[in-house]
């Protein structure tokens, strides 16, 4: 189903990625001449039209998932880019911008509380601290109660990130050797993680015994 009238040959943004061309999209490496000359046809932008940055949009989300203030700030990089390669208003693009990020929303393609909930699974993974996610999340314009929302609707906690993220870092009971000696470093780079300094000294100090399951 179309969302709006589109100009002939434009993709249909319910068909992301089956034409999106890769010049729309993050530039790969070539090899030999091919690389040089893709290289020497990328210098200068193509000037920017409604079909062509609608084409970027659907080249990014077929790759990407972001949340609508990062999305919005790609296309406007985009934009900038171009216009400024062809001596032209950026803000004259603002209209088409607005536009592309509305169609985005509405196709369900952005969606801020189903972005942020991701990245808090993904990144307590990772053992990130709620602290550290929380800015993370800001940084990208999500509003606080989504982040809010997000963090509680997820059952790992501080406590369990913490350890987690001690082991990718091999941190405290972890490490092999020089436990003692590295005890300060490793409490600095737990706190620094977004960790408490008693949940930091907790895990630094305890044994593998005491990881959750």
């Known amino acids: 189903m179309t969302l709006y009238p589109m100009e002939s040959g434009e993709q249909d943004w319910t068909n992301l990625g089956s034409n999106a061309s890769d010049d729309d999209a993050l530039e790969s490496g070539d090899d030999g001449s091919m690389r040089d000359a893709k290289r020497a046809k990328r210098r200068l932008p193509r000037k920017m039209t409604e079909k062509r940055l609608h084409n970027i949009a659907l080249a990014y989300l077929d790759r990407y998932e972001a949340s609508e203030a990062g999305f919005r700030a790609v296309l406007e990089r985009r934009v900038y880019k171009a216009a400024r390669a062809h001596k032209e ?125």
Not at 97 to 118: H, L, M, P, T, W
């Open 89 to 213: 208003d950026p803000s004259a693009f603002q209209p088409m911008v607005d536009a592309e990020v509305e169609k985005a929303v509405s196709a369900g393609f952005i969606n801020n509380k189903r972005f942020a909930e991701n990245q808090v699974y993904q990144q307590r993974g990772r053992g990130a601290s709620a602290r550290a996610i929380q800015a993370r999340l800001k940084a990208k314009g999500v509003a606080d109660d989504l982040i809010d929302h997000a963090l509680e609707s997820d059952e790992r906690d501080d406590h369990a990130a913490a350890w987690r993220y001690a082991r990718r870092r091999r941190l405290g009971p972890y490490r092999s050797k020089g436990r003692a000696e590295k005890r300060e470093r490793d409490m600095a780079a737990l706190c620094r993680a977004g960790f408490g300094f008693s949940l930091a000294a907790k895990v630094i100090d305890g044994s593998l015994e005491d990881e959750p399951c």
